[in-house]
């Protein structure tokens, strides 16, 4: 068990530019979740998956924003044209949901910084 | 909606006391309640879950919380402080589908 893997740790941009993250969840778990964290704030939901099916997507993640998981196991977050407000620090969670909501395990998280 | 309120946005103890970081929250249908722990430039590191049976949920690294259904509170507590308890935490809540929703979190400073 190698826990929740992000990648890049650090993105720093220019505005107007796109740019993606890349989440490795523990392997057997079948629910992913984003989350936006800024700071001295707690992380806000942005979208979830259950294996390969986008099952919910917060009224934060706008049309910038798009979250994959081709295979139901890694997950991409891109986000074009990016803006000063962007910056934050991107959360990647996973979990085994069985019969009730289990415990999220997170990895380190992205932090990208919008110039 | 659903919410969590951490009231306290940060709490100060000396190392022995015992320390309470408040939390109440408002969730539709039965809630599933947690906490986490941030240290700096680490993850959310899970500490404990509430999800039915007693009230009193034990934890690691010696914390505990009580939950309280009808002051819709879901209070963190340690009956002896650690200077290495020193960290954000974070209470969050969930309804049946996994999603969290965090409250704004709480600096917890233990000082020897």
């Known amino acids: 068990d190698t826990g929740v893997s992000q990648n890049p740790r650090h993105k720093i941009t220019k505005r107007g530019q796109n740019v993606t993250f890349r989440c490795d969840p523990i392997?057997?778990?079948?629910?992913l979740y984003w989350y936006r964290q800024t700071l001295g704030q707690g992380p806000e939901f942005l979208t979830y998956?259950?294996?390969?099916?986008?099952?919910?997507k917060s009224r934060l993640l706008s049309d910038r924003f798009s979250a994959e998981r081709p295979k139901g196991s890694f997950s991409t977050l891109e986000i074009q044209r990016t803006e000063q407000g962007d910056s934050a620090m991107y959360l990647c969670?996973?979990?085994?949901?069985?019969?009730?909501?289990?415990?999220?395990?997170f990895g380190e998280g992205s932090r990208l910084t919008v110039l | 909606a659903q919410s969590v309120a951490q009231p306290e946005d940060q709490v100060n103890v000396a190392e022995g006391n015992p320390l309470t970081v408040k939390c109440t929250y408002s969730?539709?249908?039965?809630?599933?309640l947690f906490w986490y722990v941030q240290y700096p430039n680490r993850g959310l590191q899970f500490l404990l879950k509430?999800?039915?049976?007693?009230?009193l949920v034990k934890g690691s690294y010696g914390f505990e919380a009580e939950f309280n259904k009808s002051q819709t509170s879901f209070h963190l507590k340690k009956p002896s402080a650690l200077v290495s308890d020193s960290a954000l935490y974070f209470c969050?809540?969930?309804?049946?589908?996994?999603?969290?929703?965090f409250g704004q979190g709480t600096t917890l400073q233990v000082k020897p």
């Open positions: 969670a996973s979990s085994k949901y069985l019969t009730a909501p289990g415990e999220l395990f």
């Open positions: 392997s057997e778990h079948n629910r």
């Open positions: 998956f259950q294996n390969e099916a986008q099952l919910e």
């Open positions: 969730v539709s249908g039965n809630p599933y």
């Open positions: 509430y999800i039915t049976g007693d009230n």
């Open positions: 969050a809540a969930s309804s049946n589908t996994g999603k969290l929703i």
